[in-house]
């Protein structure tokens, strides 16, 4: 939606930071410029890493008194580049720069029947919506998967709020969500929105292909970093240029050709529109596809790949449990446009 | 920034600003078909059509990827619309459903999709925040499409602030210099009228006794009492709904014959039915319609009465475009206010409040400027 997503940059200041699971830090905003947060929104502000200005995406967990306080929710990236350690070391009084709310993740009110899937720190996409949804008296349901609880945000909160309308699915109690049994319960006129890791997505994505359900129903908003294998250090070439980079675990394949010299297209770096596009000529290892502009066939066919956010892994047969990153680095060589 | 506007003690806004929290007449149900249409409603370009069902769509008239009027482009499937220029397909939600030469589709290709209700002729257009486009919240037109109301109307493209049109209707006096050859008389002005307000409505109400007809109503008279001739009562009840519609219940009876106190049955009696769209902050679309309860299987009259307003109104059109240009061609000079305007200053403040509870009243009001 082009019209509402014109970047209007400003200052915002933290009013308050606390810790709501396990490392996931509320952060509240308040913004120089309010504007009301439409469910789905999320802001993009400027972070600080080791010196350098780079900027990360946060949603919109809440949007109080006509979006002069904005609360946002950050987790710890694992093996982070340093965008949510940065926005962990913020306090009350500290500064940043940030958009206004931009939207990409809009919400359709007027649907028969809706799910909301979250699944871990993709919970912050959803509250809003689900606050929304009780609101208008939608017929709703909200499943929230997890690890463990003690890392899921907001739980009690939820349950208050929406009371039966929540389901809650926890790995190490054994009450891991079931894909096949959820997208059973959506029919032709239901909506799911979903916000989550890219396995829980791409798992849910053919099971509502399989139903023939109607893929303009499913929506989702990618947060843009998660993969189905752990991220590993590997080898980029094109010899047409005479490139040949490693892409070190916590850089994508897009930084370090466009660090090694290659002019590089892109627009979203996160695995939407596919002008990042390379072709793949060799492979020594797998192909961990994180994007959601192929389609399963295409990824499947490994000839090309989005170098924003996908990663060549050392797994000879594709499987996960074949990936090898002691043995490696795998090594991808590839040409561009 | 104007005088107009500093004047805190004035709120007479010389280009008012709309609210977007409100149900605005998109077109007539007629209009809207499986042939897509460009309509700009509250500043907003709309595509509309209907889908296979007859259900009328609202979308934003803008292709995510381009930008390109999906107006231009052709509706496809049960209830889609194709991009005239690269052929994205959009469902009547607004999502894409297809995308040119690719096998999946990106998840944000979406364009924004306006809740829509049909009711009493018209389709109707939310163009604010949909979690609160409640459809009972669409005016009350209802003589619009009763089995005790016959009549028809027409849409004036007007060139003016929307609000100069409210003005326009709820201040009758000016019939009797805008429309003397049809309407006017000066009894008009002379006589007295009474303003209440109460929620989002206004009323204003005008009586006339034992006066002569004025041409329109005396053939009006003589449809239903052939050969009528003498003095009559006349009424004017205006009532404005919020924030941009106004029902006129008019009418003449035999003098004395107890239409002040309720007994209709010596009279004739129409509504004027006015719905206004703001197009632009300097045009708008004004959709009205003239509905009478009496001789109602007679396509003659209707078609005569719409005709006659048809002429009554282009009086107003062309004043109210010649008060736009003037508006504009004086920005230091600012409105005044008299007893007559009673009415319209009411209307005024009733969307002044909209404005001020979606937060917008300093920037529509500046918008305008
Ligand atoms: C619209 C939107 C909304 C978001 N909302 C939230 C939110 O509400 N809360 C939240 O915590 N986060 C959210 N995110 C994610 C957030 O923007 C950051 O990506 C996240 O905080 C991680 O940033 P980082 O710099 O710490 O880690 P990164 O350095 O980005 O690392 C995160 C993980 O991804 C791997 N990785 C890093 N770079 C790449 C790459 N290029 N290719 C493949 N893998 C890579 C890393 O190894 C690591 O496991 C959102 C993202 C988007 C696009
Ligand atoms: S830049 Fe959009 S998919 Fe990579
Ligand atoms: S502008 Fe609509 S598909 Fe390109
Ligand atoms: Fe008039």
Redesign the pocket.
């Known amino acids: 939606m082009a019209a509402t997503n014109v970047e209007v940059w400003q200052h915002a200041t933290v009013v308050d930071v606390q810790d709501v699971a396990a490392g996931?830090r509320r952060i509240v905003l308040e913004p120089a410029l309010p504007k009301t947060a439409e469910p789905g929104a999320?802001i993009d502000l400027k972070?600080r890493?080791a010196g350098q200005e780079?900027r990360?995406?946060?949603?919109?967990?809440d949007s109080a008194d006509g979006g002069r306080r904005l609360a946002?929710?950050?987790?710890?990236?694992?093996?982070?580049?340093?965008?949510?350690?940065?926005?962990h070391t913020l306090a009350a009084g500290d500064t940043l720069e940030v958009t206004q709310p931009?939207q990409?993740?809009p919400l359709r009110v007027g649907a028969e029947q809706y799910i909301l899937l979250a699944g871990g720190?993709?919970v912050?996409?959803m509250i809003n919506m689900a606050r929304v949804l009780k609101a208008v008296k939608a017929d709703y349901r909200m499943v929230y998967a997890g690890r463990s609880r003690d890392a899921m945000a907001y739980l009690d909160r939820l349950r208050e709020e929406h009371g039966d309308r929540l389901q809650v699915h926890v790995d190490d109690e054994a009450t891991s969500l079931q894909v096949g049994e959820l997208v059973a319960g959506a029919d032709m006129d239901t909506e799911l929105y979903m916000?989550g890791p890219i396995r829980l997505m791409d798992a849910v994505r053919r099971a509502w292909t399989e139903r023939e359900l109607p893929v303009a129903n499913l929506r989702y908003?990618?947060?843009?970093?998660?993969?189905w294998y752990?991220?590993e250090e590997f080898v980029v070439r094109i010899p047409r240029l005479g490139i040949e980079a490693t892409v070190g675990?916590?850089?994508?394949?897009?930084?370090a050709l466009e660090e090694a010299g290659a002019d590089m297209m892109f627009d979203c770096?996160?695995g939407e529109c596919g002008l990042c596009e390379v072709r793949v000529l060799a492979l020594a290892g797998a192909i961990?596809h994180?994007d959601v502009f192929y389609s399963e066939r295409q990824q499947h066919a490994a000839e090309k790949m989005c170098c924003?956010?996908?990663?060549a892994v050392t797994s000879g047969t594709g499987a996960q449990s074949d990936a090898v990153p002691g043995r490696g680095p795998a090594v991808v060589t590839i040409d561009v446009s | 920034m104007t005088a107009a506007v500093q004047t805190a003690s004035s709120t007479t806004h010389k280009v008012m600003g709309h609210p977007l929290n409100a149900w605005y007449v998109a077109g007539w149900d007629h209009e809207v078909t499986r042939k897509p249409m460009a309509r700009r409603i509250a500043n907003r370009p709309l595509a509309l059509y209907r889908t296979e069902d007859g259900k009328a769509v609202a979308l934003a008239d803008a292709c995510w990827h381009r930008l390109a009027p999906l107006s231009m482009g052709k509706t496809m499937g049960k209830d889609g619309i194709q991009c005239p220029y690269h052929g994205i397909v959009y469902n009547s939600a607004g999502r894409c459903v297809s995308m040119p030469a690719q096998e999946t589709i990106n998840p944000s290709a979406t364009v924004p999709s306006f809740p829509v209700v049909e009711r009493h002729r018209y389709v109707w257009v939310w163009l604010g925040d949909p979690t609160r486009a409640d459809p009972d919240l669409v005016p009350d037109m209802h003589q619009m499409d009763s089995p005790e109301w016959a009549g028809d109307g027409e849409t004036i493209h007007a060139d003016c602030n929307y609000q100069l049109v409210l003005d326009n209707l709820m201040d009758l006096t000016h019939e009797e210099f805008v429309h003397s050859s049809s309407i006017g008389q000066e009894e008009l002005s002379e006589s007295d009228f009474v303003v209440s307000h109460e929620g989002n409505t206004v009323t204003v109400t005008r009586w006339m006794h034992n006066i002569d007809a004025p041409p329109f109503w005396l053939k009006n008279m003589r449809d239903k009492f052939p050969g009528f001739e003498g003095k009559v009562d006349r009424w004017q009840i205006i009532t404005f709904q919020a924030p941009s519609t106004i029902c006129i219940d008019v009418g003449v009876a035999k003098a004395g014959t107890g239409a002040p106190e309720g007994d209709r049955s010596q009279g004739v009696n129409g509504f004027v039915m006015n719905t206004i769209s703001p197009e632009t902050d300097r045009s708008c679309h004004y959709f009205w319609a003239f509905m009478r309860n009496y001789r109602l299987d007679s396509q003659l009259i209707t078609t005569q009465l719409r005709d006659g307003v048809h002429g009554v109104f282009g009086e107003d059109e062309e004043m109210l475009k010649a008060q736009q240009q003037a508006i504009d061609a004086n920005p230091d000079y600012e409105f005044y206010n008299l007893n007559i305007d009673a009415g319209g200053m009411w209307v005024r403040r009733l969307i002044e409040r909209m404005l001020v509870a979606e937060g917008r009243m300093a920037s529509a009001v500046q918008a305008g400027i």
């Open positions: 996931i999320h972070v890493i780079d990360r995406s946060y949603s919109i967990v946002l929710s950050v987790l710890k990236a694992p093996a982070s580049r340093g965008g949510s350690e940065f926005m931009l990409n993740f720190i993709g912050t996409a916000c908003e990618t947060f843009g970093n998660s993969g752990d991220p675990q916590g850089r994508s394949m897009l930084e770096r996160k961990d994180r924003c956010v996908s990663r």
